[in-house]
């Protein structure tokens, strides 16, 4: 399996409060990604990354901002938590170095509960 | 309309059973076609890509029709740890790729 690792795997919070979910890989990986899944929706991009310092948004990058000062980590940062933002995080690598065009490669996920 | 349309099911089968998924694109600029399977609570993993010219890989087989916009999921002789999530994806030439919801496969004894 590719070396790609989510932290932490489980996260309480309150509302209001800034949250920060760290993707790290060790592949040497372009493109990552930031994905939520909830029922109903199935996967939405959050936002991505192309490189270092270059990232974009998703479709759902409302309340979220991300850094990719390395190659090796891509941070999620929730500004300030809302109930909504209770989901699982998924953190992803495109397999190769195509953008995508081999698939991706999934982290084990953040289960973040915000109360 | 969605971008990736499945038939969220769930499907139950018995063990030996044939079983097959469908799912329907919409943007006509899709690039690359993945089958991922997702277990209860874990993350999604990739099963198989998706060719023109079909693709198989022991008992599953994947078939995809351009024209139609349609791909497909064939499971032969189900087991029961075939039980699990089945995520259509699809990668637009922006390099994003796209799930659908998914469609719940339950295999039964």
């Known amino acids: 399996d590719a070396g790609i690792t989510q932290s932490p795997r489980h996260k309480v919070t309150e509302t209001g409060t800034p949250v920060t979910l760290r993707c790290h890989q060790t592949?040497?990986?372009?493109?990552m990604y930031w994905y939520r899944q909830d029922p109903g929706h199935g996967l939405r991009l959050i936002h991505y990354?192309?490189?270092?310092?270059?990232?974009d948004k998703g479709e759902v990058s409302d309340g979220y901002s991300v850094s990719r000062s390395k190659t090796e980590d891509f941070l999620l940062t929730l500004e300030s938590a809302t109930s909504s933002q209770t989901s699982v995080y998924f953190c992803?690598?495109?397999?190769?170095?195509?953008?995508?065009?081999?698939?991706?490669?999934f982290g084990s996920g953040t289960r973040l509960t915000v109360v | 309309r969605k971008e990736v349309e499945q038939d969220p099911g769930p499907f139950n089968v018995p063990e030996g059973a044939t079983v097959a998924f469908n799912c329907t694109y919409s943007?006509?600029?899709?690039?690359?076609f993945f089958w991922y399977r997702q277990d209860c609570r874990k993350e999604p993993k990739l099963l198989m890509s998706?060719?023109?010219s079909g693709n198989e890989d022991g008992r599953f087989t994947a078939q995809l029709n351009r024209a139609s916009q349609y791909i497909s999921l064939l499971i032969r002789d189900s087991k029961l740890s075939d039980s699990a999530t089945y995520l259509c994806?699809?990668?637009?030439?922006?390099?994003?790729?796209?799930f659908g919801q998914g469609t719940e496969l339950s295999v039964k004894p």
């Open positions: 992803a690598i495109s397999v190769g170095q195509g953008a995508g065009k081999d698939g991706y490669t």
């Open positions: 592949e040497n990986h372009r493109y």
């Open positions: 990354s192309y490189g270092v310092k270059d990232t």
């Open positions: 943007n006509s600029a899709s690039q690359s």
């Open positions: 998706v060719y023109s």
């Open positions: 994806v699809v990668n637009l030439n922006t390099g994003k790729l796209i």
